[in-house]
């Protein structure tokens, strides 16, 4: 087994995937404040996905004005809540079954860049908050995913922790806080140099358990 203590898992193209949700609270929040806008779709979302919220916002809205994104970032973060609850998100193949496992051989983490009560949203869904002992994201805290990965190290005295990801900005926070980083690249990220990388959840329980 992996000399880990502790696994920081991403979320969005790690765990699970709501884009299809999200669009959909977006075209709401358009549609109910009669902003004139294209049809926003899951492709939209993936593509941006990763980054914080409001950026988010920003770049996939950035013809529109100041005033009808301030309303978008501040709408869309209570829309998109709703709208996961109504529609839920994908887990991706393997992950329910292999986090039960890997529970059984390492405390479990989430750092993620989304809005407060997403995390939440996720662990209820799934009735996972038992699973994983803490989490923290940017709507929490306004701050970058690594020292979200600092603070939750800190508050758990974690001592060697992986951070399994999907995205650049997830690899920047291992690497900003010295840890080893898997990506898995069936999520949303494009391939990273040099990573050690998964291409299932059941690939990486194997790895951790019996490598």
Avoid at 148 to 166: E, H, M, R, S, Y
Wanted: aromatic share 10%; charged share 25%.
């Amino acid at each position: 087994m992996k000399d880990f203590d502790s696994l920081i898992f991403d979320l969005d193209g790690t765990l699970w995937d709501t884009c299809e949700a999200c669009a959909v609270a977006w075209n709401n929040v358009v549609n109910r404040n009669e902003i004139k806008f294209r049809q926003v779709t899951a492709s939209d979302v993936r593509s941006v996905t990763g980054k914080p919220h409001a950026e988010c916002i920003k770049t996939v809205f950035s013809s529109l004005s100041d005033e009808e994104i301030s309303i978008l970032i501040d709408e869309t973060v209570i829309e998109d809540t709703l709208a996961i609850k109504e529609m839920g998100g994908e887990l991706y193949e393997g992950v329910s079954e292999g986090l039960n496992i890997l529970n059984e051989y390492y405390d479990l983490f989430i750092v993620s860049n989304c809005q407060s009560g997403y995390i939440e949203n996720f662990l209820s869904q799934n009735k996972y908050e038992n699973l994983f002992k803490d989490y923290l994201c940017w709507g929490d805290t306004n701050e970058p995913k690594p020292l979200n990965t600092a603070a939750v190290i800190k508050k758990n005295n974690l001592q060697n922790p992986v951070f399994i990801g999907d995205m650049e900005g997830d690899y920047e926070a291992a690497r900003v806080c010295e840890l080893e980083f898997y990506q898995v690249t069936y999520g949303f990220g494009l391939p990273l140099e040099g990573c050690k990388t998964i291409e299932s959840f059941p690939e990486l329980v194997e790895k951790l358990i019996n490598e």
